[in-house]
């Protein structure tokens, strides 16, 4: 079973996005036409605590890896993922933060769906009034 504790041991970007690649199909293995029962999840009060605590521990860098700073919204991917059972069951793998890693929108299809040969660290500098809440 894959868990964050393991993903960090592995140093660079490319090596944890291998980690956690799963090649599926667009709505085949997740929720499909039912993912109203995971946004239930993802508006919750539990869940958005998470999620904070999931951007500070990864200092808001994809795949937490230093240099690989997130200029969008960043997305909260689940390592194993879930499914409507663990929803409706209240699975300790929905806010177990061994089970979290931080992504951007791109790099999170990438680990879901296929292969991108434009991968590159993001560039940009920090400047006063930015968009990035969490540097």
């Not at 999840?41 to 500070?56: E, N, P």
């Amino acid at each position: 079973m894959k868990t964050y504790r393991e993903l960090i041991t592995l140093p660079s970007f490319e090596e944890r996005l291998e980690y956690l690649r799963t090649n599926s199909k667009v709505s085949y293995e997740t929720f499909g036409v039912e993912r109203y029962v995971n946004q239930e999840l993802y508006r919750s009060r539990q869940w958005k605590l998470t999620r904070k605590k999931v951007i500070v521990r990864d200092m808001g860098c994809d795949l937490g890896v230093d240099g690989y700073i997130i200029y969008e919204r960043p997305i909260i991917h689940h390592i194993v993922p879930i499914t409507i059972d663990d929803i409706e069951e209240g699975s300790d793998k929905l806010f177990d933060l061994d089970n979290l890693i931080l992504t951007c929108f791109h790099t999170h299809n990438i680990i879901h769906y296929g292969t991108d040969n434009k991968l590159s660290i993001p560039n940009g500098e920090r400047k006063p009034g930015d968009t990035c809440l969490w540097k």
